[in-house]
């Protein structure tokens, strides 16, 4: 078992700093490393080689980067290269990161203290109940119409879209649920849903909520022809996502592309994701183990 | 039963005209009279004489009244006032109201004419279920962290509180519900919640998000000072509600008082469960019913 | 607060002795009386007098009497008649009783002394929460139809009908409730299930099951006609029932008149519910209060 | 697609007589072969080449032998061979089958004609749910307890884990589930159960009721020494199932080992869901698909 003393959190956004507050509850002395913008966070670090000092882990965002060259760092007007003077900072130290095949293409690592604590199925599912929630609410708060006795439309039987549609019905709606597989179909039906084969979503007038989870165009503009003009679509699938974004403009359809809901509208709940799935590392890796064989 | 052919729908907000149009597309004519502001509906008029021609029914709005002297009339920069030149103008129609009491004080009333569309139990219930709707909605956006794993508190079993309960429930939330009544209590724990005795909320400090209920103080300053420092409280009842606004601010704990939530988070909705109000009170309704003979 | 030392079980079926042994795990001396029968139980004594003996309580069961005239006591050959000789052996003990009325003119009885454990309506709430699960049971076991997927309609929205209601939707089936009054109709439209009013349970034929809670009848001949020739009919409602058995004997209807589900089919839990309502009278009686206060 | 006219239903239960009238239902004329011991079906052949004249298809039962020798024929005192013979017979028809490896290996069959109707995910999942159905009520029917605040044990979270567990919760249990991958115990917790790693079922002291799904031995000797002695178990796997018998009643603990539940407790149910295997075959095969490409 692996023991953090003192991690150094290296930019990202607030989920960020909540995970570094609920480490702190649990006795573990955190540095900040770019977040210069948050007055609140202490202590921030402007320079990475005092941040690391003492510390035997180091924390990297999610994402870990948005360019594919410098670490994700919003809350920070600085720029921290993903380099070989990088991995020379944080040699030694064990490294908590997303996207790890990235950082190690990126610098002189050693593949055994290197740790994706995101690309996990654990973290995975539990984001996914997370996103569920939030999409809910930004569909109350995106309609003129109530959950409670609507058609509601749920493109995908995946990890959002099962807790997606079991909070729909609890507030009364009518679910339609569209997959592929026939297991499926035949799961949405045992549970009480309506289900509909992708490729027959086409009367999707009768909806007044859709919520896509599904990560390519599933909603072209012949669908979207037949979409009611009063209906709120809800894009939860990412970049660039499910549904044809043009179109909507054109038929004058509602669309909300929401991305990183749980990081966004529920930090704390993110965070605490985040933190089970480090100590889970820390408990069940010894030496020796690589982040390929976590996967 | 009673066949409404024109009706003058006479101020209200928003969810009045969505009412409006959900009455026209039955195939009933709609006057509007007190909507100057809003450029998308129409036939508006600005002299209420006018706007009753050939109108065999009139509506005024929930609430009838905000100051007891002018009809509620939020979209329009004129007053009309409740007066006995009013009754003169409604003389001989059947007139659909809120405050249907307010309303006959007010003018030279025939009883029989009034009928209150508000005042109604099965109003009330879906009311309170698209309550319900909008509080998850507002504890969702409104906090760090997710209803998800979280202790939440409901005060008050009553229309709102039931449906609350459940739908908090759906999103995986600890629900904890006050009550006085020992019946109460063996439904809350019936139900799986757990209960707990009005006079017993002093522990709150376990809640994450606690919502209110009941119209009348029962988060006193005592108990806000072991509420947690990140809970959420969003109260639900009528003015003046259930929480002590000040202690609130001097102890720093965020407070939403949520009125009118279906009016605002679901007006479609809203308009639709008033809708079926009066359907209902033209089908049961004979002649020479007044008004108190529903209740 | 009144302190049970050693309690004298007098008749009553095997919830009695599921009860006996609950006290006496709590750390109550329980003498037996009226149980002969049962070998797995002592003391048993077949004198009450020498039952009685340091007792400070006696229990008397549910019912009290099936015939007016004795104690019910379905465990004994023997027979205790409810007269002045009862009363005299139970002076100045404190009395658990059902039918508390029925107790009282049966003898010489101080009304101080005669609590009502079972007309409460916490016991009458959990024990239809536990009726509601025997029920179910009863249904799957006597159907060649699975709940799963088939039509069930529930005549009555009252203490049984609304845990019903909710189990049956829990394993996917189309429930249709019937009530009267226009706030029940709403609550259940409001709960999700299909509402009916009492007097147009006509088109009985679509149901596969059909649970009656109401205690008259509903189910006369005319709508037993129009009930499916393998539909399922279990009565809940105390005898005569709400279901015309006759009708449904000429018909070739299956019924099911299932009476004291909870002690049947839950003695255990139907004990603990009667546990929990001793505890709760002891707790809250004090000197002089007699059983008529407690209503 | 593929019309059936007339089928020839060979052997099985009482399920298969379900399946019979409703394809009957259907339009489709049905002769039996193997149901003497049954009066009221009709038309039973005890000639098999009469049965199948004017057939142009045939269904052997679920399942499709108990010896391996012979067609699982409960109905019937009349034996009949799996062999050349009956392949002879069956020459140029569809065969409908479960167990299709068996009955291709045991004539000289076409593998064009063999479909099976049993070994696919739909059928699979409605089982499952069916089953769990059925298992609640022998929850029920088999305890002195109530599921209603009692605590459950669910061993596996596969098909049938599932729906039992959000089935028991319905009911107020307090739902513990054993699994052993991560990704299954994180869902577990997702959906508001207590998860629980399958090598940890020490302490299985806690539960009144165990339900075991998991096909090889779960419950050991040295577990259910510590269970408690009024606690049941459910064994829903198939033979030889996962509690160790002998230990169970060594230890004096109520064991069920519930077999071919959906069958026996909801034959007509479980009838609907093999019709619909048999139309989906129907309308998916074209000439030429061997029962191998299904698969």
Same mark, same amino acid.
């Given at each position: 078992?692996?023991?953090? !003393?003192?991690?150094?959190?290296?930019?990202?956004?607030?989920?960020?700093?909540? %995970?570094?507050?609920?480490? &702190?509850?649990?006795?573990?002395?955190?540095?900040?490393?770019?977040?210069?913008?948050?007055?609140?966070?202490?202590?921030?670090?402007?320079? %990475?080689?005092?941040?690391?000092?003492?510390?035997?882990?180091? #924390?990297?965002?999610?994402?870990?980067?948005?360019?594919?060259?410098?670490?994700?760092?919003?809350?920070?007007?600085?720029? %921290?290269?993903?380099?070989?003077?990088?991995?020379?900072?944080? !040699?030694?130290?064990?490294? /908590?990161?997303?996207?790890?095949?990235? @950082?190690? !293409?990126?610098?002189? /690592?050693?593949?055994?203290?290197?740790?994706?604590?995101?690309?996990?199925?654990?973290?995975?599912? &539990?984001?996914?109940?997370?996103?569920?929630?939030?999409?809910?609410?930004? $569909?109350?708060?995106?309609?003129?119409?109530?959950? /409670?006795?609507?058609?509601?439309?749920?493109?995908?039987?995946?990890?959002?879209? *099962?807790?997606?549609?079991?909070?729909?019905? $609890?507030?009364?709606?009518?679910?339609?649920?569209?997959?592929?597989?026939?297991?499926? #179909?035949?799961?949405?039906?045992?549970?009480?849903?309506?289900?509909?084969?992708?490729?027959?979503?086409?009367?999707?007038?009768? /909806?007044?909520?859709?919520?896509?989870?599904?990560?390519?165009?599933?909603?072209?503009?012949?669908? @979207?022809?037949?979409?009611?003009?009063? =209906?709120?679509?809800?894009? @939860?699938?990412?970049?660039?996502?499910?549904?044809?974004?043009?179109?909507? &403009?054109? %038929?004058?359809?509602? #669309?909300?592309?929401?991305?990183?809901?749980?990081? *966004?509208? $529920?930090?704390?709940? =993110? =965070?605490?994701? #985040? *933190?089970?799935?480090?100590? &889970?590392?820390?408990?069940?890796?010894?030496?020796?183990?690589?982040?390929?064989?976590?996967?």
């Amino acid at each position: 078992m692996f023991q953090m !003393k003192k991690i150094c959190i290296i930019g990202g956004d607030f989920r960020m700093i909540c %995970l570094g507050r609920q480490l &702190e509850e649990s006795g573990i002395f955190v540095n900040y490393f770019g977040f210069e913008k948050m007055t609140s966070v202490s202590p921030v670090y402007s320079d %990475l080689e005092n941040a690391l000092d003492e510390c035997n882990c180091a #924390l990297l965002p999610v994402p870990l980067s948005r360019d594919g060259i410098h670490v994700f760092m919003p809350m920070s007007d600085n720029k %921290l290269e993903l380099n070989g003077e990088l991995s020379r900072l944080l !040699k030694g130290m064990r490294i /908590y990161t997303s996207n790890a095949e990235m @950082l190690i !293409k990126s610098g002189d /690592y050693d593949s055994d203290q290197i740790f994706d604590y995101f690309d996990r199925e654990p973290v995975k599912i &539990e984001n996914a109940v997370l996103t569920a929630e939030g999409a809910v609410c930004e $569909a109350i708060k995106n309609s003129d119409y109530s959950l /409670y006795m609507s058609k509601c439309l749920v493109a995908g039987w995946g990890r959002i879209g *099962k807790p997606l549609c079991r909070l729909l019905r $609890a507030f009364g709606a009518d679910v339609t649920v569209s997959a592929r597989r026939s297991d499926d #179909l035949t799961w949405i039906r045992a549970e009480g849903f309506t289900p509909v084969h992708t490729n027959e979503i086409i009367n999707s007038g009768r /909806y007044k909520f859709i919520f896509n989870t599904v990560p390519h165009i599933i909603f072209t503009k012949d669908i @979207l022809e037949n979409t009611a003009a009063d =209906a709120l679509i809800i894009d @939860l699938a990412s970049m660039p996502g499910g549904v044809d974004k043009k179109a909507c &403009e054109e %038929l004058n359809i509602k #669309l909300i592309h929401a991305l990183s809901i749980p990081g *966004k509208t $529920a930090p704390q709940a =993110a =965070a605490a994701v #985040l *933190k089970k799935s480090l100590i &889970e590392i820390n408990e069940t890796t010894r030496r020796n183990t690589s982040w390929k064989n976590q996967l």
